[in-house]
């Protein structure tokens, strides 16, 4: 026993406690997914008398289908096509604007370059959390309300997607541009035919973060959809609650807690590689 | 660093520029000027004409006990999260790590809530503890524990860092894991033969390897509770009872949209802005990252 303490890779014993430890762990963080999961399939009442069971019940079908074609204030089907719409716009949204201020600002000189840079920068400053009250009046005068142009565009900036291609632009050889500048090709041209394919993985990898971000907003879709039809998923699960004393609809709601994250779950497992290159590479 | 080749024009990389730099004008820099202006007025109760104050918003808010009170409630707040979700991340990564086959399995599952979103962690969470139906709130009846977060604030509070604590373990788990993999087996396998015990190493060698990592963590925990943490309080407390949960986002939101009190909403704006100017300049220039894949 003192041998297998001593090695640094577990076997026997130590090996199973290790597991068991992270069993534990994995228990913890799914419990909650679980019981979502299981009231999204039991009816009403057998979650109204509480304790409601561990294990799933026969409704899945019904209570999903309710909840996607009626929902409570609106068909949850179609606060999933208002994320999905949010989702994209933001991070298709940030990627092009991002790539074509990069492409700028690493491969031209022009004048007030340095102070694009440092306003774009600034921007890291100033998330939408500290800002809401005069966005909220920008986008009202704007008319754009209950719009997906007003969920879009006020979190479509992002200082971290352009100093992540910034960075990787920098790592390009420049005998690329060079190469291409004596061939006669113009700039675009070198951005489109040469530099766009060479980042598709950073590209791809940045999408999964900002897919995620876009989808799970909640306090900006929260202040500017006050038409329930304009709701995203994320916020629309909160308005499920009755306001009284009104008993909630457990079923219907926990379905659309368990139909919020199957999109965002699917994105970060699926390309989980991805995902966690993404991740590093934007925190840097 | 700079490119050595770069392309000729003018106009061409302005109007590369110009869709970042209108947006960021138009949806970064004119609100927070506007929170910066409105926080010096305060709009008569007509609402017709804004009337001159000086620093007074920032004087009535330094008095104010309630905003004094959010102050602390976020530092407790702040702390908690990072704490929790860094050590049960810890405890998981240091275990994942020992594993040589299978920590693959263990990491799928373990970063899927990292894309739920707050706010559906809070509404998860929110059904395990509710007070009439929760499954987790009926078997503590029954083991004698009344619980009542919607009364008592330290439940409240208990719920809402466990539940920010939760969606944020992924984050830190794979950070964790990264950086100690990124430690030299050969220099552990020495103590090992040196007769180290699993704790003598830790202590000795691993935690102070992984010190950037956890210092750049604790940084970015807070900014997510300072920041990110809305959708968990909004759903779960609504910053009650009593205002035990109101930290300082969630009381701009209050007081802005809610209590419509619009000077004093965009001085709490404006200190947020500071605090956040704060955390963003520590975390570039004093948080050196060594972490890689």
Redesign the interface.
């Known amino acids: 026993m003192a041998q297998q303490?001593?090695?640094?890779?577990?076997r026997g014993a130590g090996?199973w406690l290790?597991?068991l430890?992270?069993i534990i762990?994995?228990a913890?963080?799914?419990?909650?997914?679980w019981?979502?999961f299981v009231?999204s399939t039991v009816e009403q009442q057998q979650?109204?008398r509480?304790?409601?069971p561990?294990l799933p019940g026969d409704k899945l079908f019904e209570n999903y289908a309710r909840a996607l074609s009626a929902g409570v204030n609106a068909p949850v089907a179609q606060m999933l096509g208002n994320s999905l719409v949010m989702a994209l716009g933001i991070a298709l949204g940030k990627i092009?604007?991002?790539l074509?201020?990069a492409?700028?600002?690493?491969?031209?000189?022009?004048?007030?370059?340095k102070l694009?840079f440092w306003?774009?920068f600034?921007?890291?400053?100033?998330?939408v959390?500290?800002?809401?009250?005069?966005?909220?009046?920008?986008i009202a005068n704007f008319g754009m309300l209950n719009s997906y142009q007003g969920l879009i565009?006020?979190l479509?900036?992002s200082a971290t997607a352009?100093f992540l291609f910034r960075q990787f632009?920098?790592t390009v050889p420049?005998e690329l541009?060079?190469a291409a500048?004596v061939d006669g090709a113009?700039?675009?041209r070198?951005f489109f035919d040469i530099l766009l394919p060479m980042s598709r993985t950073n590209i791809a990898a940045l999408f999964v973060i900002l897919f995620?971000y876009g989808?799970?907003?909640?306090?900006w879709p929260?202040?500017i959809t006050t038409d329930p039809d304009m709701n995203t998923i994320?916020?629309g699960?909160?308005q499920m609650f009755p306001s009284g004393d009104d008993?909630a609809d457990?079923p219907v709601?926990?379905a659309t807690?368990i139909l919020?994250?199957i999109p965002?779950?699917l994105?970060?497992?699926g390309m989980?590689k991805l995902?966690?290159?993404g991740?590093?590479e934007s925190?840097? | 660093m700079e490119k050595r080749v770069t392309f000729k024009g003018i106009w061409l990389p302005i109007l590369l520029v110009a869709p970042q730099i209108i947006i960021t004008a138009i949806f970064f820099f004119y609100p927070a000027g506007q929170a910066i202006w409105q926080s010096l007025y305060i709009p008569d109760p007509f609402g017709l004409s804004m009337q001159w104050v000086g620093l007074g918003n920032f004087e009535y808010l330094a008095g104010d006990p309630y905003y004094r009170t959010s102050f602390i409630t976020t530092a407790i707040f702040s702390i908690l999260v990072t704490v929790v979700s860094m050590g049960v991340a810890l405890y998981l990564a240091v275990l994942a790590d020992r594993l040589i086959k299978g920590s693959g399995a263990y990491r799928t599952l373990l970063i899927w809530p990292y894309a739920v979103a707050p706010a559906v962690a809070g509404v998860l969470w929110l059904f395990m503890f509710n007070t009439r139906v929760g499954v987790v709130a009926w078997y503590l009846g029954v083991l004698g524990y009344d619980w009542n977060h919607v009364l008592n604030e330290g439940e409240a509070m208990g719920l809402v860092v466990v539940a920010s604590a939760w969606g944020r373990i992924s984050y830190n788990f794979l950070f964790f894991l990264a950086g100690l993999q990124a430690i030299p087996k050969s220099v552990i396998e020495a103590a090992a033969i040196d007769g180290a015990r699993f704790w003598t190493r830790f202590r000795t060698i691993v935690w102070p390897l992984l010190s950037p990592t956890t210092f750049f963590l604790m940084v970015v925990n807070i900014i997510y509770a300072f920041f990110e943490t809305f959708g968990v309080i909004h759903t779960i407390t609504s910053g009650g009872p009593q205002q035990a949960t109101t930290i300082l986002v969630y009381k701009v939101f209050a007081d802005g949209f809610v209590g419509q009190d619009l000077g004093s909403s965009a001085a709490q704006s404006v200190v947020l802005l500071v605090l956040v100017s704060i955390l963003t300049v520590v975390q570039f220039k004093f948080v050196e990252r060594r972490v890689h894949y």
């Open positions: 303490n001593g090695m640094v890779e577990k090996l290790t597991h430890g992270l762990g994995v913890f963080i799914f419990f909650p997914i019981l979502a009231a979650i109204a509480p304790p409601m561990l092009a604007i991002s074509l201020s492409f700028a600002i690493v491969y031209f000189r022009f004048p007030g370059r694009f306003l774009i600034l921007t890291l400053m100033l998330p959390e500290v800002r809401i009250v005069p966005t909220y009046e920008v565009l006020p479509i900036a352009t632009f920098m420049d541009a060079e500048r113009g700039p675009m070198f995620i989808w799970n907003q909640y306090l929260l202040l994320v916020m699960i909160k008993t457990w709601i926990m807690s919020a994250m965002p779950v994105v970060v497992v989980q995902f966690i290159r991740l590093v925190e840097k």
